[in-house]
């Protein structure tokens, strides 16, 4: 029986998890290659790079490491195989498509407008689809869930309290900030307010998953 289900609705939602980190990691490449400012964690992870070596994705490896330790002391988050699955995955897709380096360089304002917003609507996109079928999300998001639910506050709110603080820690390392630094941490938290709803409904009957709580928040593995 274990075998029926692991060859099932278990298989379907780890390849809805791994898929929509592979997409989230595209969209975060697009906003990377706009050249107008990244998200604040990528501000951090770019921040380190330019400072320490290494690549973007094992910044954002270590810097995942790092914060699974701090939300377990601050919060009594405990890490999950989908944390690290999650953080492992994500970063090397990352380091993959900047590898590839299949994304075209912007030649005018527009364009890079426009890819800085494709890339920001496919993170969502991403976001969405990882979070949804519940094996864990990434080790930000799950801070950021956690905070929503145990505060209280909006997703939003709490996304940009957290981001604030490490936009200010990245830009001291050198991190590259600016009009789409800006955008991204203020659409990011009402875009994936409707991805993530959209996504739980994909997976909730037809592999197995249990109807989500009716509650305006979304649920969190």
């Not at 990245?170 to 307010?193: E, N, R, Y």
Request: with cysteine; net charge positive.
């Amino acid at each position: 029986m274990y075998g029926k289900r692991l060859g099932g609705p278990l298989a379907v939602r780890y390849a809805m998890f791994v898929l929509g980190l592979f997409i989230g990691a595209f969209g975060c490449v697009l906003t990377i290659k706009a050249h107008l400012g990244v998200s604040p964690w990528d501000v951090l992870h770019i921040g380190l790079q330019k400072t320490f070596g290494l690549t973007i994705g094992i910044w954002t490896q270590i810097v995942g490491v790092i914060v699974i330790l701090l939300s377990y002391v601050l919060a009594k988050i405990k890490p999950t195989f989908g944390m690290f699955l999650n953080m492992v995955c994500f970063g090397s897709f990352l380091d993959f498509f900047l590898w590839l380096d299949i994304v075209p360089t912007a030649e005018t304002m527009l364009e890079q407008y426009l890819m800085l917003l494709a890339g920001l609507l496919i993170m969502a996109v991403g976001i969405g689809m990882y979070i949804s079928p519940r094996l864990g999300a990434g080790p930000r998001d799950s801070f950021m869930l956690a905070m929503n639910e145990r505060m209280g506050w909006s997703i939003q709110k709490v996304r940009i309290a957290i981001e604030v603080t490490v936009l200010l820690a990245g830009a001291a390392l050198g991190g590259p900030v600016s009009i789409g630094t800006v955008l991204i941490a203020l659409l990011t938290g009402p875009l994936i307010q409707r991805t993530i709803p959209f996504w739980q409904t994909v997976m909730q009957k037809p592999y197995g998953m249990a109807p989500a709580p009716q509650s305006k928040k979304p649920a969190a593995s």
